[in-house]
Structures are given as structure tokens and as C-alpha cells.
């Protein structure tokens, strides 16, 4: 079997971090595209030299020539600006939404069979700007978000209860951002779901509501002890869970970005909800019963990423 083809638009701290795991997880050849050629081309060169100590076979190039990613299965965009301290990611549309509506054109033009993950912020709106601009099928074009939240989710109930990060399952909907809802009756321990956790005096409603809150929050917090840009390694980790589903077909149950058509009563967004990623993209959105305090949470998110869209479409029509 011929190894697969990974185009990372975007070089920049997730793409590199993106390729290095590639290459650890051994999911096929990189092909890394930034505006700053020498960028890419460094990173594919630096990353490849560390395959010998580590033991794993995987071509990397990289330059600012678009016919490179032609072929390439699956595409990952983080090309664009990262947030910087006191900037929303909101704030960000003005400057990427004309960056992604250039690399739909790039991608249309040289690899129109690919899966593609867009991890550009504000996703919510970026993926749509990208599925709009580049014609390709809706359940080939996915926003990273969900699995991110979903980890950090994971991780603080994993500390709150002390748990191996391992044993808990969460739930995640709606947009990435401050809107962001968390599902704490379907979010588990070992099967046990969190409401039940708190009955048996695990932690207290207060501390899980403090845990929400800090989720949502989650992109922020690292901005602010970063300094300059955002938060890179669980963000490429995310985006290569998705990656790897659909490469093995292995099915996986995951939060994205995806386009809904009725699902959740939206037409035409995109947003972040449970599905099935395999071979053919998004195989399946799940969409499970929300209770009157969820779907007001879930309403007030779609709006909040409605009025993205809203933005882009007058930035890049
Ligand atoms: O959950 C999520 N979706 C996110 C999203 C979590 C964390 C960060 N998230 C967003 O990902 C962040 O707000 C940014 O919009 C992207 C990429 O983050 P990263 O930290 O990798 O940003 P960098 O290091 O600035 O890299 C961006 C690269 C940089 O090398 C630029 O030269 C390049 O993008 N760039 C371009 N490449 C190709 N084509 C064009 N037009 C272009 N413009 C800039």
C-alpha cells in the first residue's frame, strides 16, 4: 500500500507540530505550504533529520508552491494569525477569512478529492468560508474545535476527580469559543456520568460549573501565559485524532465542526457537533435529545457563530 499524502497549509506553530506527529504516528508523507516557503521547507527538512533516532519513515517537503499538495488525501489548514492577548478570536475574521478563501481556491485547483480539517480561527466561520469558496462535498470539510474543548473538558474533570485522563469521556457542543457548551450529564467517568459523580460527593455542582467555565475559557487562558500566539500542541493532537479516523476508517465518535442540514433544527452552518468520521468523511452526525437549559445553550452558540458568518460574507462575499 502506497503511503497516504498530508498537505499542512499554514507552517506556523500547529502545522510544525502537525508534521512531527505525522511523522511519529507514521500516517504517511507531509507536504507543508506557508507563505514563508523557507518556513515550511525548515520545518519538513528539521522534523525529517529526526527520523533516524526515532524510527519513522515519512517523506516532508515543504515550500510556497501550491501544485506540491496535488493528490494529497487529506489536507489540514491552519494558515492565517494566530490570537494575540486582548484580541477575541472574533476579532481574527477581518484578517482570515481572506486567507482561507485563497487556499479553497488552492485546494479546489490541485487536490478536490481530499478530507480536509480546518483549524483556522474563528473556525466556526472559516470552515464555511472554506466549504463555500472551494465547492468541495460538506462531509469532506470539518472544523477542528470540539476535540480540543473536549480534552481540556477531559483533563480538569480528570484532576477534579483523580482519574486517569483515560477513564473520562465529555461532551462537547456549539461553537469554539466563549459559547462553547458543555454536556455534563453525557460527559463520564468509567461509564459513570458526572451528575451521578457529584450525588456520590466526588465534587460539588460549584467546582463542575468552575470546570465549564474554564473549558470555555480554555484558548484564552493560554493566550494570556503565552504571550504571543496561541496554544499549539493539543490543537495538532486534536486535528491528527480526526486525521487518523478517516486514514483507518476507524469510525471514531467525535466532536467537529460539521455541516448541518436540519440536524439540531440548523440549516446551512456550521457547528460543533458529535459525528462519525471514516474512509468517506463525516459518515453520520449524531444528534442526541437536548433538554429547554441545553438547546437555549446550543440556540445562543449557533447565533454567536451566525453573526461570524455574517461578518466573513462582508469581508469576502
Ligand atoms: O481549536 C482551534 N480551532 C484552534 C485554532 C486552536 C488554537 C489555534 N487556532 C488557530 O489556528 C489560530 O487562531 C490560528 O488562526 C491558527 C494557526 O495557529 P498557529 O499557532 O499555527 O499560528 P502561526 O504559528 O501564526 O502559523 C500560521 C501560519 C504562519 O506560518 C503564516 O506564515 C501562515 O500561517 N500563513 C499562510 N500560509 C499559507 N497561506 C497563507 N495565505 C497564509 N497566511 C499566513
Known sequence: MARKKIALIGAGNIGGTLAHLIGL??????????????????????????SPV????SHMTGGSDYSAIAGS?????????????????????????????????????HCP???VIVITNPLDAMVLVFQEKSGLP?????????????????????????????????????????TM???????????????????????????????????ANGGGEIVKLLERGSAFYAPAASAIAMAESFLKDKKRVLPCAAYLSGQYGIDGLYVGVPVVIGAGG???VVEIALNAEEQAAFDKSCAAVKELIEASRKLVG
Open 181 to 215: 457548551v458543555p454536556l455534563v450529564r453525557y460527559s463520564t467517568v468509567a461509564g459513570i456520568p458526572v451528575p451521578d459523580l457529584i450525588k456520590m460527593g466526588w465534587s460539588t455542582q460549584e467546582k463542575i460549573d468552575a470546570i465549564c467555565t474554564r473549558t
Open 138 to 178: 460538506p462531509e469532506k470539510v470539518v472544523g477542528m474545535a470540539g476535540v480540543l474543548d473536549s480534552s481540556r473538558f477531559r483533563l480538569f474533570l480528570a484532576q477534579e476527580f483523580g482519574v486517569s485522563v483515560e477513564d473520562v469521556t465529555a461532551f462537547v457542543l456549539g461553537g469554539h469559543g466563549d
Open 282 to 284: 463525516v459518515e453520520r
Open 73 to 109: 488525501d487529506v489536507v489540514i489548514i491552519t494558515a492565517g494569525f494566530p490570537r494575540m492577548p486582548g484580541m477575541s478570536r472574533d476579532d481574527l475574521v477581518a484578517k482570515n477569512a481572506g486567507v482561507i478563501a485563497t487556499v479553497a481556491e488552492g485546494v479546489k485547483t
Open 113 to 115: 478529492d481530499a478530507f
Open 25 to 50: 504516528k507514521e500516517l504517511g508523507d507531509v507536504v507543508m505550504f506557508d507563505v514563508f516557503g523557507g518556513v515550511a521547507a525548515g520545518k519538513a527538512l528539521d522534523i525529517m533529520q529526526s
Open 54 to 57: 526515532d524510527g519513522f519513515d
